[in-house]
């Protein structure tokens, strides 16, 4: 997606989001893109974009890329914004009917009919080749 001419990128991005630059040949630990930090564009080259907490609004993150031809002049820039999703978990731990975010049986399981903890079950099987 880089434009024609570009050698180099750069990466900015809000506090919310961490971006990562894997280059070809790191395998798959990448460094933390710092802003003002050049990197060369090369074929392996990957950003990874992640979020720690969920947003407070649609689009609140954004991650901007700037292109740099020969000589460090800028070509072009690309953006995307980002809204980070909380998804959470939550089970009925001592199984009387009602999920309750602080119950205590959370943290433990105990088979049989006065057991306690969630009981999860996961479909493995091939549902289409």
């Not at 979020?51 to 070509?75: C, H, L, W």
């Amino acid at each position: 997606a880089a434009p024609a001419g570009a050698v180099a990128f750069s990466v900015k991005h809000t506090e919310g989001v961490s971006v990562e630059v894997g280059c070809h040949g790191q395998g798959e630990d990448g460094s933390a893109a710092s802003s003002g930090t050049r990197w060369p564009l090369d074929k392996g080259t990957v950003l990874r974009f992640s979020m720690s907490r969920a947003s407070t609004e649609v689009n609140d993150n954004k991650v901007t890329v700037s292109f740099y031809a020969e000589g460090g002049q800028p070509i072009n820039q690309a953006g995307v914004f980002l809204t980070g999703i909380g998804i959470s978990l939550d089970v009925d731990a001592d199984r009387d009917g009602t999920v309750e975010k602080n119950n205590p049986n959370k943290a433990s399981w105990t088979w049989g009919p006065e057991g306690h903890g969630a009981i999860l079950l996961v479909s493995c099987d091939k549902e289409s080749p």
